[in-house]
């Protein structure tokens, strides 16, 4: 009997893989610094990543892979568990996504632009620099023939609604000296910083970048085993993480503010690719990635203990 392929098929099918590697990320949590916010924050998103898949079937067969990738990826940078910043933004841009790819080939999306709009805004507020990130969401309504030029301003002007409710609050109370001093505060951080991240977080850049990269190479020669609205999902969501790292790549100070966004996003990839594969070296390859992020947990919160 061939048991090559059973493996990998075994490992996607599985479900205790992510129950394990949920109660190994809940302990790894307690023995560092966190903040509960996040911790509620990651299991909101947990949550939301099973019905994004759910959703839009983005797998071909029924898998608790990205779940699994996500809880061990969110232990492998502890310093996030206390970056309440960073955590709201992943939920503002996974749920934008979500709103994005539910408008697919829809005639006229213009409403679900503005509210995406909306949520650019308040994650601008939150931090100036995911104003970046709405490049990012254009590309992808531009893909799925959603945004048109009143899509566009729609967008616009939902992205400066919030910014406009917070500077009428600081005109009436007197305290518009804020803005400016807010402005100010994340002005020098466009500047591109390459190279100041430490030797652990290149390693788990880089192991994330080469799942993203071969999980890419896989979709673009196998587009055609997928439907097409599975295909434009996938190859959309495999673009934005590619985007995301180049990111980290050129402004490291931004890894508080990315890094969550991308381990939500790419999390997906990865559960895709995994699923869609066969024979027993992948099945190894898969559980070698799983022990070694489980190792890089337990050092990362190790070392903050």
């Known amino acids: ?51 994004f898949e759910r959703h839009f079937t983005l797998f071909q067969i029924k898998s608790q892979l990205h779940l699994t990738f996500f809880v061990l990826l969110s232990i492998l940078v502890p310093s996030l568990h206390t970056n309440v910043g960073g955590s709201l933004i992943m939920v503002l841009f996974i749920i934008s996504i979500y709103l994005l790819f539910d408008s697919y080939q829809q005639r006229d999306a213009v409403l679900t632009l ?24 254009w590309f992808i ?30 005109l009436v109370n007197n305290q518009i000296a804020q803005f400016s001093n807010f402005i100010c505060q994340y002005k020098s951080l466009y500047i591109p910083q390459i190279g100041t991240l430490q030797w652990d977080e ?69 559960g895709h690719y995994f699923s869609s594969q066969k024979g027993k070296f992948t099945g190894i390859i898969l559980v070698i990635i799983f022990l070694f992020m489980g190792a890089m947990g337990i050092y990362e919160m190790m070392k903050l203990k």
Request: charged share 5%; no cysteine; aromatic share 14%.
């Open 1 to 51: 009997m061939n048991r090559g392929p059973r493996l990998i098929e075994h490992l996607v099918k599985s479900k205790a893989l992510f129950p394990i590697a949920l109660v190994f990320s809940i302990s790894a949590w307690a023995l560092a610094p966190y903040n509960w916010v996040v911790a509620l924050i990651y299991g909101v998103i947990t949550f939301f990543l099973w019905v």
């Open 141 to 170: 309504a531009y893909q799925v023939q959603a945004i048109k030029i009143r899509g566009l301003i729609a967008s616009l002007l939902g992205m400066g609604l919030p910014l406009l409710l917070w500077v009428s609050y600081l």
């Open 202 to 270: 290149w390693t788990i850049l880089g192991l994330i970048s080469i799942l993203v990269i071969s999980a890419t190479v896989h979709i673009l020669s196998h587009t055609h085993y997928d439907k097409l609205r599975t295909a434009t999902y996938i190859s959309l969501i495999s673009a934005i993480s590619v985007f995301l790292i180049i990111l980290n790549f050129l402004f490291v100070n931004w890894w508080a503010i990315v890094m969550p966004s991308l381990f939500g996003i790419s999390s997906l990839l990865f």
């Open 114 to 137: 503005h509210l995406i709009g909306i949520l650019g805004g308040i994650g601008s507020l939150i931090d100036p620099r995911t104003t970046v990130f709405m490049f990012t969401i």
